[in-house]
C-alpha cells in the first residue's frame, strides 16, 4: 500500500512564506498525479495544486496562481507545496493525495491516495 505523509506546517503572518512537504512511500501507476488540497474550518476541502511526477504542465486553483508553486523531488519521492504571500484566508489543513493519470487534476474524489495533512495557519 502507499502512504502518504505532510509535514511543514505552522505559524505564519500575512506576506510570509511556508513549504510544506509530502513523503510517498511508493510510487506506482495509481500515484502518476500528486495533488495538494486544503480544507479550512467549516468549508469543504478544495483543490489548490497538481504536477505529474514526469513534469510537464501544473494546474493550480485561482485563488493560489502566482503565490503557490508545486514541484517534486523524484529521487525523494517527495512533492513539495512553496507558499508565497500567504494570506489569512489560506489557513488550513494542507492534505497531499496521489491518483493514477486522468484528464484533471482538480477532482478529489479520483485520487486514491491521502495523508493525513499539516496545519497551516496565517495570522493578520
Known amino acids: 500500500q502507499v502512504q502518504l505523509v505532510e509535514s511543514g506546517g505552522g505559524l505564519v503572518q500575512a506576506g510570509g512564506s511556508l513549504r510544506v512537504s509530502c513523503v510517498v512511500s511508493?510510487?506506482?501507476?495509481?500515484?502518476?498525479?500528486m495533488g495538494w488540497f486544503r480544507q479550512a474550518p467549516g468549508k469543504e476541502r478544495e483543490f489548490v495544486a497538481a504536477l505529474r511526477w514526469s513534469g510537464g504542465p501544473t494546474d493550480y486553483s485561482d485563488s493560489v496562481k502566482g503565490r503557490f508553486t508545486i514541484t517534486t523531488d523524484n529521487a525523494e519521492n517527495t512533492v513539495y507545496l512553496q507558499m508565497n504571500s500567504l494570506k489569512p484566508e489560506d489557513t488550513a489543513v494542507y492534505f497531499c493525495a496521489a491518483k493514477a493519470y486522468s484528464g484533471t487534476f482538480k477532482v478529489a474524489a479520483a485520487y486514491v491516495y491521502w495523508g493525513q495533512g499539516t496545519q497551516v495557519t496565517v495570522s493578520s
Open positions: 511508493r510510487r506506482t501507476f495509481r500515484t502518476d498525479t
